[in-house]
């Protein structure tokens, strides 16, 4: 149930930002936090991340169900069968911000991005807490894979028959 937990929070924080933006900013509107480096502001996204494939709105929620319903699948699957614990955590990551993005998506037909950094010249495509909570999960995932990984590899593996008598 924890996971299930940290999914919901990761949700309501990004649906509570975003209630926030929408409600005390106008569009295209600035907020520096640190100096041009970091600034709040208010946008649309009518895409995916980066604004890739915009106006696809169907076909994201679609993908996001299903995506829902493996992550949901899978993180039963490995918290009943594996000693795994980082991720669940990780799966509870991207399927809250999937969740929140989805939710945008789904009412709206776009979603509210706010947190912009600047790094001299380039802007990073402006993003939300629901997709810094998905490429945090990804980032987790990939730390597990590795830590599974060296956890089987042949060296740690049991050598039962091969001691000398």
Same mark, same amino acid.
């Given at each position: 149930?924890?996971?299930?937990?940290?999914?919901?929070?990761?949700?309501?924080?990004?649906?509570?930002?975003?209630?926030?933006?929408?409600?005390?900013?106008?569009?295209?509107?600035?907020? =520096?936090?640190?100096?041009?480096?970091?600034?709040?502001?208010?946008?649309?996204?009518?895409?995916?991340?980066?604004?890739?494939?915009?106006?696809?709105?169907?076909?994201?929620?679609?993908?996001?169900?299903?995506?829902?319903?493996?992550?949901?699948?899978?993180?039963?699957?490995?918290?009943?069968?594996?000693?795994?614990?980082?991720? =669940?955590?990780?799966?509870?990551?991207?399927?809250?911000?999937?969740?929140?993005?989805?939710?945008?998506?789904?009412?709206?037909?776009?979603?509210?991005?706010?947190?912009?950094?600047?790094?001299?010249?380039?802007?990073?495509?402006?993003?939300?807490?629901?997709?810094?909570?998905?490429?945090?999960?990804?980032?987790?995932?990939?730390?597990?894979?590795?830590?599974?990984?060296?956890?089987?590899?042949?060296?740690?593996?049991?050598?039962?028959?091969?001691?000398?008598?």
């Amino acid at each position: 149930m924890w996971y299930y937990i940290l999914a919901l929070i990761a949700f309501l924080v990004d649906q509570g930002t975003k209630f926030i933006i929408t409600k005390q900013m106008e569009i295209g509107q600035e907020i =520096p936090v640190i100096g041009n480096f970091f600034v709040i502001t208010s946008i649309r996204n009518k895409g995916a991340a980066f604004g890739i494939l915009p106006n696809r709105r169907w076909f994201f929620v679609v993908i996001t169900i299903v995506v829902v319903i493996a992550i949901i699948w899978y993180m039963e699957k490995v918290r009943k069968t594996s000693s795994r614990k980082l991720l =669940p955590i990780a799966l509870s990551l991207v399927m809250g911000g999937a969740l929140g993005n989805f939710l945008d998506r789904a009412l709206y037909g776009e979603v509210v991005d706010f947190l912009m950094l600047n790094f001299g010249s380039y802007t990073f495509p402006i993003f939300n807490i629901a997709d810094s909570c998905i490429c945090i999960g990804v980032a987790l995932i990939f730390v597990d894979s590795l830590i599974d990984l060296n956890n089987t590899t042949p060296e740690n593996e049991s050598k039962e028959g091969n001691e000398i008598v």
